[in-house]
């Protein structure tokens, strides 16, 4: 077998990988048809933890409106959530326009191409960087996303946890190794990361590898000794803790109650109607009208209760129970002041809500009420 860790072995299978990745390649995705630094940027952001394809419309949407790193770094951040609103994860909006303000401020606007400098920047890891100073500059840099991780364990028939800091050296190196002084007319590190991505994604699926479309078979180790379906290996999945909580759609004159998170913490900046966790074995209706007035310091009635549902998030996962309520007190000054629980509060006509920047709980809920599933 041809070792992929000599170089000679690398020339090889660079040429076998960017022969394939020219006619199999995902051309279509429109942050790849530009090479500007800063679409690499966003999109890299947006695609943490979420497909393609939920990706593509926020992309498109996302750099209608802020087109270059001035327009996003002048943004209002409630404008980004807003534009962010059903994507989830928002830590990634809010720190995407924080490491924009950094650019501008420190950069000239200009995004560095450096590795160390950009993993300098707010919510910037080794693989952000390594993605943006290879696809949007062509800098040699190891792209290890979890597909290119797998497809490089199987080639080497690495059998360890890949999160051992041992294995996480070998991976970086081989890495950086293929796209470091093998630019060729064929490809340089961008085409090279982004057929690795592809060939993980597409051919070296976790489960069931498609090893006879593969066009790097003849130097993978796992498949010599047909071990290509236990690596990586798996570990357990942890539960996920359930939290029940209590949601509180204060309606008055035509507008409703909303609160916003603090910036920091699951859904920070966001918005939501009025929400109270709720532990087992307590009456929820008086458990909901307690919390709200001591959050916003008024009094509320529940005046109808709306099914609940289960809305589950990567790490938890939340039994939700909205209830309809009144203020028992009215008049045009009942804005609250800052709470326990939120920052700060609005009361906001209803064809406005779609405006704000909601948590993804609340967006459901939203949902639910428009179509009259309720
Ligand atoms: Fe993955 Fe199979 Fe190709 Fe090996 S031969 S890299 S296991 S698809």
Known sequence: MTSLLEPVGQ?????????????????DMPWRTSKNPYAVFVS???????????????????????PTVKSLA??????????WSGLGYYARARNLWSAMRAILADFRGKIPSDLKILATLPGVGPYTAGAVASFGFNRPAAVLDGNVARLF??????????????VQVILKKLGLDLTDGNRSKKGGPRDINL????????????QNPKCGECPVAEFCLAKYHNRQNDIPLRGEKPDRPTIRRLFGIVEWDGKRLMGQ?????????????????????????????????????????????????????????????????????????????????????????IANLSRLGLSSITSRILAALQSEKF
């Open 11 to 27: 020339k090889k299978f660079l040429k076998k990988l960017l022969a394939w990745y020219k006619k199999n390649g995902r051309h």
């Open 44 to 66: 890299e952001f947006m695609l943490q933890q979420t497909t393609v394809a939920t990706v593509r419309p926020y992309f498109d949407r996302f750099m209608k409106k802020f």
């Open 74 to 83: 002048d943004a209002d951040l409630n404008d980004v959530l807003a534009l």
């Open 153 to 166: 364990m199987r080639l080497l028939a690495i059998e360890d946890d890949p999160k051992l800091k041992a």
């Open 195 to 206: 057929a690795l991505m592809d060939v993980g994604a597409t051919v070296c699926v976790a």
């Open 261 to 349: 998170r603090p910036k920091e913490g699951l859904f920070g900046g966001l918005w939501e109607f009025l929400g109270v966790d709720a532990p087992s074995g307590v009456d929820p209706i008086e458990q909901l009208e307690k919390g709200i007035q001591r959050e916003i310091g008024f009094k509320i009635r529940v005046k109808e209760a709306l099914p609940a549902f289960e809305h589950q998030l990567s790490h938890r996962i939340f039994v939700v129970r909205p209830f309809i309520c009144e203020p028992l007190t009215t008049g045009p000054d009942l804005i609250p002041e800052k709470g326990k629980i939120y920052e700060r509060f609005r009361w906001v006509s």
